[in-house]
């Protein structure tokens, strides 16, 4: 009876507190006899409480930015689930080496999945949109990108702890009439694509014998809006398409061809050294390319472009036009707009970030890429907070000492690039939990400690400019120019080298081979 009492006892123990039970079995030999005890195994209890200490982090984009933080982050204490429309990186410096058949499309996109692969880490994808961000109850509502049997999109909600928005930005047309109907764009592989398709479709429209003169010369008149480097770099390799590969398929019209570049400002690659924009636009003059500065795109129809010529007292100017390229101005993603409005970032243009790229009414929701900026405050703002942090005596003065010391973290706060990068919070994630023990940042002036993380900083590598005929401009660190052909050829060594594969490295590479060889691909494929 005492028998059945206690393993009766011990039954109901285990019912209600089973979780706390850790029992071992064993196996004793006694006189001869063997006692067995009951045993259970943890393993899968420990595993699923260790499941649940994962932090999960929702990264929103495979762009730049966030194809960086995916591919430099390596610890396994995080459940990752990237969102994005598309399932692939693409290289965007060569999208306009793709609208003209010098790179095909497949040679610069890379597989978000083959990258997870690389991974020890759990990982997730899902091809959808970003509908609308959930800040207060840390959700995120998506529809996916692809149609069920009834031609619907189903919808879903993701939770996280934290949130990585790398969602990149729109075209921003600036609401002039026409521009979404009528223009191309240059931010998608898709979009190349379509712009090469176009250019063999406007030679194969102007070829036809029943087309006139006059509509020929309109038809291939190929307008670029924007004279940034994607602009500069479409209308060179365009330039490059047309002399050195179209003008044999075509000989009939050759001489019709025409491009013009449209631009607002003053001068073309304004961003760049003085030296390299003169350049640029002597080099255009004599390739004939139009290059039109200070006129400013008011209206675009089926088959005209209206501007308004700043040079010459505003008057309003008509350009009939075959193609036409819009690649000026960045625009915010509405679900980005809706999120800046529910955390009081009204009336601005991308998502204001700290130092440490996190958004600033937040603490676990960071932004990088074209979607953010980083929002530095001034010293002088800060300059009650400092002089109390570093006048640890509180005599009213600073000691040498004292002033050093504080010196020394308003040098590592404030000279700042407001430039993203995803390797560094990539880095960031990695550490977390060392970093929260042994901060490593400078002096928190409105709170107690130290930072964790030392702020972001961006190093300026450079910047190339395609100009065509195998010249390229380049500004590089020191104040070093260099413009020619030497350039050209860094321009392919960095490019090929900056391939997040083998594969795609491989591919460019061997396209550019093939273009020296037997010229560009002027199929509509």
């Not at 045993?39 to 932090?55: P, Q």
């Not at 993701?158 to 729109?170: E, H, M, Q, R, S």
């Not at 500065?293 to 209206?299: E, F, P, R």
Request: aromatic share 10%; net charge neutral.
């Amino acid at each position: 009876m005492r028998s059945f009492t206690f393993f009766d006892r011990v039954s109901r123990a285990f019912r209600d507190h089973g979780s706390n039970f850790k029992l071992v079995l064993l196996c004793t030999t006694v006189s001869g006899g063997g006692i067995v005890a009951y045993g259970e195994a943890v393993a899968a209890s420990e595993a699923a409480a260790a499941a649940t200490e994962k932090k999960k982090v929702v990264v929103l984009g495979t762009g730049w930015a966030g194809t960086s933080f995916l591919r430099n982050l390596d610890n396994p204490k995080y459940e990752v689930h990237v969102v994005s429309p598309r399932n692939y990186f693409a290289f965007t410096p060569l999208l306009p080496s793709v609208t003209c058949g010098t790179v095909e499309a497949r040679s610069i996109v890379e597989p978000v999945r083959n990258i997870f692969r690389k991974k020890k880490m759990d990982m997730q994808f899902s091809e959808a949109e970003c509908l609308k961000i959930d800040a207060a109850h840390r959700k995120v509502y998506c529809r996916s990108n692809i149609s069920n049997n009834l031609n619907e999109k189903e919808e879903f909600v993701v939770d996280y702890d934290y949130l990585i928005i790398a969602v990149g930005a729109n075209v921003n047309t600036f609401n002039t009439p026409g521009v979404m109907e009528n223009c191309h764009f240059l931010k998608e592989v898709e979009d190349a694509q379509k712009i090469r398709r176009t250019v063999i479709d406007c030679f194969e429209r102007a070829s036809l014998p029943s087309v006139s003169e006059e509509e020929k010369k309109r038809i291939l008149h190929f307008a670029i809006v924007g004279g940034g480097p994607t602009g500069v770099e479409f209308a060179a390799s365009l330039h490059d398409y047309v002399t050195e590969d179209l003008v044999n398929i075509y000989p009939g019209i050759k001489d019709l061809v025409k491009i013009t570049l449209l631009e607002a400002g003053d001068h073309i690659l304004s961003m760049f050294d003085k030296r390299i924009t003169a350049f640029a636009e002597e080099k255009f003059g004599r390739d004939g390319i139009d290059v039109k500065t200070g006129s400013m795109v008011v209206k675009v129809s089926e088959k005209e472009i209206s501007t308004k010529e700043m040079k010459n007292g505003g008057a309003i100017t008509t350009i009939p036009y075959g193609m036409a390229v819009w690649s000026t101005g960045i625009g915010t993603r509405p679900f980005i707009r809706d999120f800046m409005s529910q955390i009081g970032q009204t009336n601005r243009r991308a998502i204001a970030t700290d130092e440490w790229l996190r958004v600033e009414a937040t603490n676990n929701v960071y932004a990088l890429g074209d979607c953010a900026t980083i929002n530095q405050r001034k010293v002088m703002e800060d300059i009650a907070a400092i002089f109390k942090k570093a006048d640890k005596d509180n005599s009213g003065t600073l000691t040498v000492k004292e002033f050093q010391e504080v010196l020394d973290d308003i040098c590592e706060r404030y000279p700042q690039v407001a430039s993203q990068q995803g390797t560094y919070l990539a880095k960031c994630f990695n550490r977390m939990e060392e970093c929260e023990k042994n901060p490593e940042g400078p002096i928190r002036f409105r709170g107690e400690g130290r930072h964790r993380f030392k702020p972001f900083r961006y190093k300026h590598l450079g910047q190339f400019a395609p100009l065509g005929g195998e010249q390229t401009a380049a500004q590089l660190p020191g104040d070093w120019v260099s413009i020619g052909h030497s350039s050209q050829w860094l321009w392919y060594s960095v490019y090929a080298s900056k391939q997040v594969s083998w594969r795609t490295r491989a591919l460019v590479v061997s396209d550019w081979t093939r273009r020296f060889i037997f010229g560009r691909d002027s199929s509509q494929i």
